[in-house]
């Protein structure tokens, strides 16, 4: 169950990263940066930022480029840490 929880919530952030360039190239309404941080945080970090590489999306912007992968390194050592506790 939370398998398949991380798996959509990594592809949703990741299609969302792509759908926002798309925007951007058109110069429309954007997604907030918010919903790329909210998430993150809620388990989509990996798909951001496979997101942010695919389509070179966001890289100029020093709060992705060192905050999500910072984010996965702690959301790494939580899951580390709490498979070592139960």
Do not use: C
């Amino acid at each position: 169950m939370i398998i398949a929880y991380i798996i959509s919530v990594n592809i949703i952030g990741f299609l969302m990263m792509g759908l926002d360039k798309r925007k951007a190239k058109k110069q429309t309404y954007r997604i907030p940066e918010r919903t790329f941080w909210g998430l993150a945080i809620l388990g989509g970090a990996v798909g951001i930022l496979a997101g942010m590489k695919q389509f070179r999306h966001k890289t100029k912007h020093r709060s992705f480029t060192a905050g999500i992968p910072l984010l996965i390194i702690i959301q790494a050592a939580l899951i580390v840490w709490l498979s070592f506790m139960s």
